[in-house]
């Protein structure tokens, strides 16, 4: 019929709108992903991997310090090993402040290792800054060979510095310790290269300001150098906390050990106390877990930035 217009049905795609008060929500459309990235995201998932199993491999001998000092002597080396005890042993943790005298042992650790941190924190930022920021001749050379130094082994230079404190009667003293340890090669070096990545600009303006090179050092570079220093800090505390052959060479008198040397009492001529070691020795970490869990942001990151810019 001429006066009946024909209809002609549209195919509905996935684009038209569904009619209002009903139809059907139009799936969206999925995003192919790249080559490049799945092959990233599977690189990232075996890197985790490794990491997780390297921090569990790392962790076993701690756990196993913390197991032996819970245990008694007969326990400790059992096969195959006996990570929970039968028995706990707790009465080891307050044994041990009787057997030995334990706290003047983490008190001289504690006095030798806040004063060479404070000394080598100060001397090596102060060096760095002289090796990084002012420009004298020969600056290149003199860094390199004093950095040389840290290739010479201590066992090199031990006969000679005993001498020396020795004819300057600072033996069986703390005096002998912070002097030899007050400046370190290594504390120049991390934070020489810390202070390369600060702009020389900053230095220039404050000298045009007037402030001497000690004033840019205190009031310009410091502040903008938390990060290094904390690294340096955190380093030096624990190597100092954790020195033996230093305290055992100049240091004699029972009064001035430190904890390192105070564990060496329960070794005997024939046997050894192994629970009352693992005790002080889980003892002894103590001080060291607290520092790095309060620094552990600038650590990470002086660790992270010290060697951006040689």
């Not at 020969?138 to 004093?146: I, S, T």
């Not at 840290?150 to 300057?168: D, G, K, L, S, T």
């Not at 992270?304 to 810019?309: L, V």
Request: charged share 15%; with cysteine; aromatic share 14%.
């Amino acid at each position: 019929m001429s006066g009946l217009v024909k209809e002609t049905s549209v195919p509905r795609t996935a684009d038209s709108r569904a009619p209002e008060g009903g139809g059907f929500d139009a799936p969206a459309p999925m995003r192919r992903v790249p080559a490049k990235e799945v092959r990233q995201r599977r690189g990232d998932r075996i890197t985790y991997a490794v990491l997780c199993v390297l921090v569990v491999l790392l962790m076993v001998p701690f756990i196993w310090m913390v197991s032996s000092s819970l245990k008694h002597d007969n326990q400790v080396f059992t096969v195959p090993i006996q990570w929970i005890p039968e028995e706990f042993v707790w009465s080891n943790y307050a044994d041990i402040w009787e057997r030995i005298p334990m706290l003047g042992y983490v008190q001289n650790s504690l006095y030798l290792a806040v004063i060479i941190t404070c000394l080598q924190v100060l001397t090596g930022s102060l060096a760095a800054y002289g090796f990084a920021k002012v420009r004298f001749p020969g600056r290149d050379w003199l860094f390199l060979g004093y950095i040389a130094t840290i290739a010479v082994p201590w066992q090199a230079y031990m006969v000679p510095q005993y001498i020396m404190m020795q004819r300057m009667e600072l033996t069986n003293t703390f005096w002998s310790l912070i002097l030899l340890q007050a400046f370190g090669a290594f504390g120049v070096f991390l934070m020489r290269q810390y202070y390369m990545t600060i702009p020389d600009e900053l230095c220039e303006a404050a000298r045009i300001d007037g402030l001497s090179e000690y004033g840019i050092w205190a009031r310009v570079i410091l502040p903008l150098s938390k990060p290094a220093l904390a690294t340096l800090a955190l380093l030096t505390f624990v190597n100092t906390w954790n020195d033996y052959m230093g305290p055992f060479i100049y240091l004699t008198s029972n009064r001035l050990w430190t904890v390192q040397l105070g564990l060496r009492s329960f070794v005997g001529q024939f046997d050894a106390e192994f629970a009352m070691i693992m005790t002080g020795s889980v003892i002894s970490v103590v001080p060291i877990l607290i520092i790095f869990l309060i620094g552990q942001k600038h650590f990470i990151e002086g660790i992270a930035t010290s060697g951006m810019k040689g």
